[in-house]
């Protein structure tokens, strides 16, 4: 549905010096998939939404969507795009801009008013909708930004930093929109800083830095050895125990201990051992996700 | 044109009316009473004709003033601010967007100018008001092609457009009267000199259509340039 081939960008000062965003990306992003986008600052991932939203054009490569070019896509059909920076008029009220950007997206007169009035439920920013954008704070520009992308049901939706500036339990009410957005037939990609995130949302994970694709990860777990790493265990009981029993053990403290694993079939094989040798325990996490793991590695910082 | 733009106008004139309108019946007040109080303090009686003359006076004094105004950032303002992200991310073509925009600041400029003519004719002296409207809309006419293929193009756009209007301006001043060269410089260059003229020639119904094809065909190729820049131009 959306494909990148070996698609580059490059921008060009008038004195003409030439920056690379982007180089050589080639990725292809299904139906009904929740693609993560993942790099560290200046990676390009803003360039790939601009490419991708048609806002840019390639220098090389190329951009489609259902075989269309970008700009002509959106053009006719509309992107749920929520854009790391808030770009709203600052004088516009809260729910004016939503019935603005209601009608844009083509929603008939007589179904904007009850669409609008849904999505503020939904985004909770119902006693801020008579305010204007300059008043809202950091969160609830998010949210409202967050809202004017939910208007319509549209079948690609480009959240950016979706959670910037949300609180924790806006955070956690965020995974459930997302959640209730994969549908066959819709594809969602999230651009993020935050792994774990990423990690509970995606299917895949895009990893970029420099601007080149580095890897793809799938985000579930396998019998694997991508699953070998440091686990952290927390127990309620028996913490001697556990330094007996593994003596390669970490103690952290607070009742908590790291231990490298090879695999999940260890993990597994371990904490049977320690609870059959009377160990109570509380938490079984990995210490780094694997998904944290492999952008360690393809950025250039293992360990 | 789809319906859904179509549906937009009215965010647009209000956005103008809010944003430009009010800012432009203060400019007009400001002027009008510049000009209009030394008269009343004399004690100075009104004629059907010299109130016709005064106001040709004041709407030719504001229109430039307001057209400058009016046209300030009507494309470049959305890519300076970023506002363009939300808003062309829906179905929505931006040629089409900016054209639709231009048509609404236009409607509310004659608009702001209705009342301006209203406000004078009511406090001042009833006056015929087409000519002084028609000049309006004509002076936003010939600089608006000019200012929106320069918002398109240029982030700053309303210090370029005042720099092309003194530099045609001043270029007009020393050239006029040469042969050759210096008079196929001054054919390319924006015709800003027969506004002037057209404010009296308006009055005296006695307008040379050839001028005003060509300040507003200069215009409008201006205009249909800045509609290929939008459509060619990557926005981000």
Redesign the interface.
Known sequence: MIEFSSTGKVYKSLLGRSVTAVEEFSLQIGEGEILGIAGPNGAGKSTLISLLLGYIRPTHGSVRIDGLEPRAYVERNGIGYLSELMSVNPNWKAEDALSRFATLAGIEPGDIPGRVDAVINQLGIDEHRFKKIKALSKGNLQRLGLAQALLRDERIMVLDEPTHGLDPVWTQRFRGIVEDLRKPGKTVIIASHNLDELQRLADRVAIIDRGRLQRVVQTGYSQTTETAGVYRIAVVSGAGLMSEMFPAAVDIGGGEFEIRIAGVSELNASIARAIAGGVMVASVVPSRSVLEQQFREAVGETG | M????L??AM?QLR?FA??RGIALILIGLAIGTTILGPMKAMSIPFSDNSARQILATIISQVAFIAAFVALNGIVSNDRK?????????????VPAYYAQQFVMFFVGFVAVFAVMIGLFAVLVHPVAPLAPLIYSALVFLSLGGIAFLISSLFRFDWPILVGVFLVTNILHSLIDDKEGFPQLLLRLLPPFQELPRMSAAINAGTVDSSRVFWLLGYSAICFVAGLIVLRRR???
């Open positions: 789809r319906l859904n733009l549906r937009y965010w956005d809010r944003d601010l970023g506002y363009y992200r939300f808003l062309f991310s829906k179905p929505v073509r990557p926005f981000g």
